[in-house]
């Protein structure tokens, strides 16, 4: 059954924390509407029309909205804040949409001049409140384009959690694309419950570990199939093509955000040019492993020791200051690539042991992987 019709706006309760209000909207509040609508986030991240104009959001405040109340088939609210001047202003809007059985479907947009000051996180506690509290809701899910991280984080603090990616789910503008989806029940604490881990830019003298962008594919396809990388690297597609550069990309901020792995561009700090890639292929609760690799024409010039240092410092600054908080730092090397063994010993690792048979090599060959580590020198050992 869908929620209870209520009467627009009359009917509509009026929910607040002292700083965010959810309350009914208003026609004054289209011009805002409008902007918010026109703005590049909202329309890469939603269904939103393209054009959208004063007549579009006067509809949307006087049609669309009070039938969602009337109808019982979606509960959605303005969010209101008080700006820097004292005055109230329009900042958003969040909805709950009926999908039965005590289940909703939670949707928002935040009005640009408020992002990343925290009033959507508000925005939906309130909503989540009044969902389970007054509507006796039992689940909420989140659905969002794959790459949304600002939404992402939003239900994160509210306390979701994350079921993974659908594959070509979320209809938008003629196409399927791939969606996240997140869910809360009643009885969760509407809190993070585990640590957002981020991949920050680490800048060196020289050199700058970002993370990847779509300008990078080409060179990263160069990078790809370069001979060496390709000898060492077996894991990589062969042949490696734009598709695989831009699938790779995917990957680094999924990864990141869960803790398991980071990957940067390894870029000149002036001219922003690919040089290579530097992260840590795999984290545990102690433990970074650190890998690399440069293009052909960027050998020889120190790039890969700078990296290597430049990640192995944010290994291990401490969690609360934005770092991994790893005791040990390691690499694991193909016993035959001297140049990335050479680059290792010059960054301070010291041999630890061989895993025998390690790896097998793209000639079908195996291997021994060498086992370098460092130790955080915060321990004293």
């Known amino acids: 059954m869908p929620f209870a019709p209520l009467r627009f706006p009359d009917g509509v309760p009026v929910l607040t924390d002292g700083r965010v209000t959810l309350r009914p909207h208003r026609l004054d509040d289209v011009a805002a509407v409008v902007e918010q609508c026109r703005d590049p986030e909202t329309l890469r991240w939603t269904t939103i029309p393209l054009g959208y104009n004063t007549a579009m959001g006067t509809g949307f405040v006087t049609e669309m909205v009070p039938e969602g109340w009337g109808s019982g088939a979606e ?15 329009y900042a958003g809007t969040v909805s709950l949409r009926d999908v039965g059985a005590g289940r909703a479907d939670i949707g928002f947009v935040a009005h640009p001049a408020v992002r990343g000051d925290g009033v959507t996180t508000s925005a939906l506690q309130l909503l989540l409140g009044y969902g389970f509290e007054t509507l006796g809701l039992h689940t909420v899910i989140w659905w969002a384009d794959q790459g949304n991280w600002a939404s992402r984080k939003v239900v994160w603090r509210c306390g979701f959690t994350f079921g993974g990616t659908v594959h070509r789910w979320l209809p938008e503008r003629g196409e399927y694309r791939d969606g996240w989806v997140a869910t809360l029940h ?89 040089l290579g890639a530097v992260g840590v292929p795999h984290r545990s609760d102690t433990g970074a492993e650190i890998g690399y690799w440069l293009l052909a024409d960027e050998r020889g010039k120190g790039y890969a020791r700078e990296a290597v240092d430049l990640v192995v410092d944010h290994a291990f600054t401490p969690r609360d200051r934005g770092g991994l908080g790893a005791l040990r730092a390691y690499v694991r090397i193909d016993e035959g690539n001297r140049d990335s063994l050479d680059v290792a010993r010059a960054c301070g690792f010291e041999m630890a042991g061989a895993e025998r048979a390690g790896t097998v090599r793209r000639d079908g060959t195996i291997a021994d992987m060498l086992v370098l580590e460092r130790v955080n020198p915060l321990l004293g050992i």
């Open 75 to 89: 509960h959605a609210f303005a969010v209101e804040v008080t700006d820097a001047h004292g005055s109230p202003r």
């Open 186 to 274: 009643r009885d969760d604490v509407r809190e993070a419950s585990t640590l957002w881990w981020d991949l920050p830019t680490l800048r060196g003298d020289r050199i700058c570990a970002r993370p990847f962008e779509p300008a990078d594919d080409d060179r990263l396809v160069e990078g790809g199939n370069d001979a060496a990388v390709q000898q060492w690297m077996p894991s990589f597609p062969s042949p490696y093509g734009l598709p695989d550069a831009a699938a790779f990309r995917a990957t680094t901020l999924d990864a990141a955000a869960n803790g398991a792995a980071f990957s940067w561009a390894l870029v000149d700090s002036v001219t922003d040019d690919l």
